[in-house]
């Protein structure tokens, strides 16, 4: 049984321990040790890194009371010196104790019970038995939570028997029948627990709800705590000043300038489209006027995009569907379409997907008609030709 010093004291970095056991496996070398500083991975919060005897922690986990420790090397020697990777350790007490004040939150002013906890690397997910809350609610839980870190209460963890157990107003059954855990803010919120957490609220910083989203009936939270809160208003900060720079408009008038010019940007991205379809008719229009043996369309175009061919095609079959048309576009990614209903002896995906497999190019379609790229223009071109001569006889 590995004595767990973090349950102790969660801020000690530094300690010295017995090797137990080590197992060779193909991750690196599983170690036990008499007393351990690192946190395993379990109840919806990582595992700590750092290094024993200078080598590479990579991995904690408990398995029947003992903390195994996945080493990158080998650790010579009966003692060891062991150090724990602070700011990680840090980071996990600060989001884990925000969750637990949110969780009290929730659950004394909705009513809504957490029923799914998981700590990433980036925000913290907090499930609540809700199928969901406004925005004027999230408001009002983040106003709450927050006036409990700033009143700096105290965060007693401690463990519980089964006399104890009964007079304590937890907020979930345990998950555990011995060796209980409890992790108390200061006669608010009791739950069981195997984490580690600050000792006082102040230390967890701001709480920061990013957003929400419904999950099998329920609601969950993405939240970020202390640092993570800090880094994320930097970052939004940079993003914002970045925006009024871009768009020469003071902050309080900033949304309502992007939503300008995003409005004017898909007028003028409609008008384009309208003055490209315009355009593409009358080439459509022209090239039925100038098909060869009044039959054939083959046209190669260095300025149309594989859009514009889909378009093109769509046109001269419209206005004329007994013609045979071969349509490339080269600029941005080469495209080809073909199109033939006049001629029953032809299957014409079969035809383009032949051709274009010679070059690396991919591509099908049905009888009368077929689709495709290639991935360069001199390709593109050696196919059109290929094609042509199948068509133009």
Partial sequence: ???KLYYQNPYQTRA???VNNIIKSKEGYWVTLDKTIFYPEGGGQPFDLGTVNGIELKK???????VWHLLADYITGDEVECQ???PRRFDHMQQHGGQHIISGVADKTFQAATVGFHLSEHYTTVDLAVPQ??????EQLETEVNS???ANKNIHSYFADAHQLINLPLRKKPSVDQNIRIVEIDKYDYSPCCGTHPQLTGEIGLVKVLKTEKIRGNTRL???CGYRALNKFTQDHYLINSLIDLTSANESRLLEAIKRTYHNEKLKHKEINSLTEQLLNYKALELIRLKKDNRVINYIDDNLTGNDIKKLLSLIVKHSPETIVLLAGLKDSPKLAVYNSSDPDLHIGDIFKNIVSRYGGKGGGNKISAQGSCSNVKDTT?????LSQIFIK
Avoid: C, H, P, R
């Avoid at 050696?382 to 290929?386: A, C, L, R, V, Y």
């Fill in 222 to 224: 993405y939240i970020v």
């Fill in 133 to 138: 809350l406004s925005s004027l609610q999230i």
């Fill in 1 to 3: 049984m590995t004595e």
């Fill in 148 to 150: 409990i870190v700033f």
């Fill in 16 to 18: 010295t321990a017995i």
């Fill in 382 to 386: 050696k196919i059109f030709n290929d």
């Fill in 84 to 86: 724990l990777n602070w």
């Fill in 60 to 66: 904690v986990v408990e398995k029947d009371g003992d």
